[in-house]
């Protein structure tokens, strides 16, 4: 039966004042198992979790669907920099690409800060950890302690925690914690009931998505990064369970933006009583409805993205045939010509080099050299030196759409113009 408990705080005879030495009772939450939990879910919220998850299935189908991955990659950074410890977003979503091109062309050295290769590299790392995640047969208690240690390596304590931690009031005790996590005995048997209702398939995706978050967060079971993590299992539970292709829904950035609603939510969730009871089903309740609502608004703004990328690239094939007319050229090009093949790839790569052209669309390399000139020529790609003998090229209109997006996120009302970002997001584009 889930519910508060009491326990004892010793003092802390070397804190520095009389407040923060003091001991006392405080009252850790110990919440029920997953598995086996009754779930009465009301006509209301099932029927928005099945129109939230078509929504999502539409999006999926989108023509634009490989540009929101790649939007999804992109705003991967915004975890990335959280795992690095990297005060604002310095790396901008230019930069953080010509870092990840270095990686596989060895002639890109300039273009990119330090901070843009680390935070490239975690986003690989990242990446790589939910994907492993979601492939393997078993997801177990020791893969999603390998997960925070890729999410936060250079956290001191890795492995589930042996100490009781709190979120918010004093540094030195629990007493005034806005929340206090259950005791450290609890934490390797709710999590083995996590993994073992991750690895079933009990609710429905989004329903398992939701409440294996709450109760990861609930569990709290690292002593740093649980919010890292948990935002990753979002992703993960989607994933395995088909829903998604990968992680192209910014559920976490929505629930990071509306803090206020996502803390309330969580808060609710956590009832005292039996799980079977109308109080503990209203609890769980209030937690999906938020949940839903932040899973809607990702939808809603990826499929924004993409309707702007579908644009741009309506746009891009125009711009393309006037330049080829004004060269003396037929106007479109053959449809299995390396610059058709890659105009079409560059709102998932909006950034190459030839020898990158060469591997993605197995042409040689005057044909790569010809088709990024051409495109180029048409002002659709612009070069940028990245080395004396290596020039890549960069479709800087897609990484205008990235930052407005990231910027759109950051907003409470989804809208710069309504409301100023609360986090820090890069700057606004601006072109000559």
């Known amino acids: 039966m889930a519910g508060y408990v009491e326990a004892s705080w010793p003092m802390a005879w070397a804190a520095p004042s009389k407040r923060e030495k003091r001991g006392g009772l405080y009252r850790p939450y110990r919440p029920d198992p997953l598995v086996g939990r009754p779930l009465l879910l009301p006509a209301d919220i ?47 979503p230019q930069q953080v690409a010509l870092a990840e091109l270095a990686d596989q062309d060895t002639g890109v050295t300039k273009g990119f800060t330090a901070t843009a290769r680390l935070v490239a590299n975690n986003v690989t790392a990242l990446r790589q950890a939910v994907t ?10 020791a893969r999603i302690v390998a997960l925070h240690q890729v999410l936060l390596p250079e956290e001191r304590h890795h492995g589930l925690r042996e100490v009781q931690n709190w979120v918010g009031g004093s540094e030195w005790h629990p007493l005034d914690a806005e929340f206090v996590p259950p005791p450290p005995e609890d934490v390797l048997p709710l999590m083995e009931d996590l993994s073992s209702y991750m690895n079933g398939a009990e609710h429905a995706a989004l329903v398992q998505a939701a409440l294996v978050h709450a109760q990861f967060e609930t569990i709290h079971p690292f002593t740093d990064g649980n919010g890292r993590v948990g935002r990753a299992l979002i992703h993960t539970v989607l994933t395995r369970r088909g829903l998604t292709p990968s992680a192209i829904l910014p ?39 938020t949940f839903l609502v932040a899973t809607r608004t990702a939808a809603e703004q990826a499929e924004k993205f993409a309707d702007e990328l579908s644009r741009l690239h309506e746009e891009w094939v125009e711009r393309h045939h006037r330049f080829r007319e004004s060269q003396g050229l037929r106007a479109a090009p053959r449809s299995d010509s390396a610059v058709a093949r890659l105009l079409d790839l560059l709102p998932a790569v909006p950034v190459v080099t030839a020898r990158t052209v060469e591997r993605l669309l197995t042409v040689t390399h005057p044909a790569a050299r010809q088709a990024l000139e051409e495109l180029a020529g048409a002002g659709i790609l612009h070069p940028k030196q990245v080395e004396r003998n290596t020039r890549g090229y960069l479709a800087r209109e897609v990484f205008d759409l990235l930052t407005l997006t990231e910027r759109r996120l950051a907003s409470t009302r989804w809208d710069t113009r309504e409301s100023a970002p609360r986090r820090v997001v890069p700057a606004r584009p601006q072109r000559d």
């Open 132 to 141: 492993d995640l979601v492939t393997v047969d078993v997801v177990s208690v």
């Open 251 to 289: 559920i976490s950035l929505v629930l990071l933006t509306r803090s206020d609603e996502y803390v309330s939510g969580l808060m609710a969730y956590r009832y005292a009583g039996d799980s079977a009871s109308a109080e503990a089903q209203a609890a769980v309740g209030a937690w999906l409805r």
């Open 46 to 92: 099932a029927e928005e979790a099945a129109a939230v998850e078509r929504f999502v299935r539409r999006l999926i189908a989108h023509p634009a669907g490989h540009g929101i991955d790649g939007l999804a990659r992109f705003l991967l950074r915004s975890e990335a920099i959280a795992s690095s410890r990297i005060e604002g977003l310095q790396a901008s």
